[in-house]
């Protein structure tokens, strides 16, 4: 079976925090977007989990390194290493031969033609023979059920780990977008510099992703959705002795202010843009919020408040940009939105 060249299917969820490959209809692979690299062959160590459980521990011989930055490739070659290992996850059978790949890729929307061009490359490096990119924005439409092409306003705010897409679909197309560098780890740097400015602890980059996940919140009352607080250890910044500091989730409310206003003021620009009658079916069915971000305590209720329109989680917000590049896949001449 495996003398003969055939080519396997399989769409992307390429991102800064975490890739997720779907292939068979199923997700295959969901691993962080992490690769490890000897320092001085410059091949590959590890990749997905366990290149991250090497993060920020590594000794000098090996570097770790995250490819994505806000969104966008940071290091094409580790980008390509990376896409090369986490594809070989999916067809890890006994073949003879790597399978022609016929790949749709999830992309943010403000990018550029060079930033478009370095995915592409990445792939086809990585094994891609035909290859087509997808707004993330719309992927995550799709993904979580809504119809594109019908003639009606639905707007999406895909928050992931580099980059918030917002965007205003109708009839298979973006009516108004706004791309910004701005998501999960900013949020994450708010932590870090928070903890090393009010507490005087050093965290890792890590550590501050674990205290947003345990109690990060949009709003500083949660009532019955509160979490408990969480201990922090680490070591203090100027006497380097140890220090466990607990946190709480008003706190970290607080210190995440600026960067989740950034995102409101996004949000209220691309509904500016938007044409009356979308505006009117925007308000109508509310607004839908995806990626990772989506997940952060009270942001919902914090933005339904703030523009006075319904926004609603999605049921699976972390896979729903995968799931809409995986109904793109299967429906590659029917979409012509496809790059």
């Given at each position: ?25 199923k ?5 962080p977007?992490?690769?490890?690299l000897?320092?001085h062959s ?15 521990k ?6 770790t ?11 094409f070659?580790?980008?390509?290493q ?31 033609e ?28 799709i ?7 019908a003639?009606?306003?639905n707007?999406i ?5 580099g ?14 977008d706004?791309s ?31 205290i ?6 949009a709003?500083?009352?949660?009532g ?7 201990i ?16 709480c ?11 989740i ?6 949000v ?5 843009e938007t044409p009356p ?10 607004i839908?919020?995806?990626?990772g ?10 933005l ?17 940009v995968a ?10 001449r ?6």
């Amino acid at each position: 079976m495996g003398l003969f060249s055939f080519t396997k299917e399989i769409a992307m969820d390429l991102g800064t925090a975490n890739t997720i490959i779907i292939s068979d209809g199923k997700i295959a692979v969901d691993e962080p977007s992490v690769v490890a690299l000897d320092r001085h062959s410059q091949k590959m160590i590890a990749v997905g989990e366990k290149a991250k459980l090497m993060y920020e521990k590594a000794h000098s011989e090996i570097k770790t390194i995250r490819p994505l930055r806000d969104g966008v490739i940071a290091d094409f070659n580790a980008c390509e290493q990376m896409m090369r290992g986490l594809i070989k996850m999916v067809h890890s059978g006994s073949r003879l031969f790597t399978p022609s790949l016929r790949m749709v890729i999830g992309v943010p929307s403000g990018s550029t033609e060079v930033e478009l061009r370095a995915v592409r490359d990445s792939a086809e490096h990585a094994g891609g023979r035909e290859v087509y990119l997808i707004y993330e924005p719309m992927a995550a439409a799709i993904g979580i059920g809504l119809d594109v092409v019908a003639p009606q306003g639905n707007m999406i705010v895909d928050i992931g780990g580099g980059s918030t897409e917002i965007a205003v679909i109708s009839l298979g197309g973006i009516v108004a977008d706004k791309s910004l560098r701005v998501a999960g780890d900013e949020l994450t740097a708010d932590i870090q510099e928070y903890m090393s400015r009010q507490h005087n602890v050093k965290v890792s980059e890590r550590m501050a992703e674990r205290i947003k996940i345990n109690v990060g919140a949009a709003l500083t009352e949660l009532g019955d959705q509160a979490p408990e607080d969480y201990i922090v250890h680490g070591p203090n910044r100027i006497t380097a002795l140890p220090m466990e500091v607990p946190v709480c989730y008003q706190e970290i409310a607080h210190c995440l202010e600026k960067t989740i206003a950034k995102i409101e003021t996004a949000v209220l620009a691309a509904l500016e843009e938007t044409p009356p009658e979308l505006y009117a079916d925007i308000v109508k069915n509310g607004i839908y919020l995806t990626g990772g971000g989506a997940l952060l305590r009270g942001l919902d209720r914090r933005l339904t408040d703030k523009l006075n329109i319904p926004f609603h989680i999605a049921d699976d917000p972390l896979h729903s940009v995968a799931k809409g590049t995986g109904v793109a896949l299967k429906n590659i001449r029917n979409f012509s939105f496809l790059m």
